[in-house]
């Protein structure tokens, strides 16, 4: 009767260590499922947050859509006005990419990882030109092509009164026009002023990249 008692006792008892075992084995599972739950949880949020996360490219359409909205009315009130070929008024266009471009180098860097290479702030200031000049040229070009043809003859007056202001004499302009009047049409004269325009955004990001850069002392290792 005891040995049939102390088995008893110790059947129960290796039923209850395997219970505890199967629990124990099943708490253990269960705590490295929530691991790996969070471990995927973790690399989503840091996948969106490399998502999320500006680009050259975003950043350069951004400005470059607001540059070329601010030069397309800028222009147009100076044709309208009768003072587009006023070269001193022409120069604010190029004073506004300068200021957006300052601001875009430091949204970059803010809403990124801190940093912008040279190279990034290059691209950058050179992206806002082009798609400053993609919005604003073909608005003027069809603004002069089919409404207002006069800011040509305004070009022509201007090229006229500086070859007089040269000493030039009246036979020596009238043969010059005649060969400059050739170049002096709308398809002509705005590809050239938008190749022009970003020529000289591109210079003028080469300047400005230097100063705004802050290049990853990491990479740079």
């Not at 350069?60 to 070269?87: F, P, R």
Request: aromatic share 10%; proline share 1%.
């Amino acid at each position: 009767m005891e040995n049939s008692e102390k088995e008893e006792q110790n059947s129960q008892q290796e039923d209850q260590e395997e219970s505890q075992e199967e629990e124990s084995h099943k708490e253990a599972q269960a705590e490295s499922q929530e691991e790996e739950v969070q471990a995927e949880s973790q690399e989503g949020e840091e996948e969106l947050s490399l998502d999320e996360r500006i680009t050259v490219k975003g950043v350069s359409i951004k400005y470059g859509l607001y540059l070329g909205i601010i030069l397309t009315i800028y222009s147009l009130a100076l044709q309208v006005m009768g003072l587009a070929a006023n070269e001193a008024l022409g120069w604010v266009g190029y004073v506004v990419l300068i200021v957006l471009m300052v601001i875009a180098h430091k949204t970059f860097k803010n809403e990124g990882d801190g940093f912008m290479s040279y190279s990034q702030g290059l691209s950058i200031g050179t992206l806002i030109a082009l798609v400053a000049a993609l919005i604003s040229t073909p608005v003027s070009y069809l603004y002069v092509k089919f409404f207002d043809s006069s800011f040509l003859q305004v070009i022509k007056d201007k090229q006229i009164e500086d070859m007089e202001q040269r000493g030039m004499t009246d036979a020596e302009i009238e043969s010059t026009m005649e060969i400059a009047s050739s170049f002096m049409t709308a398809e002509v004269i705005f590809p050239i002023a938008f190749v022009a325009f970003i020529f000289i955004g591109f210079i003028i990001s080469l300047i400005v990249s230097a100063f705004t850069k802050n290049s990853n002392p990491q990479l740079d290792m």
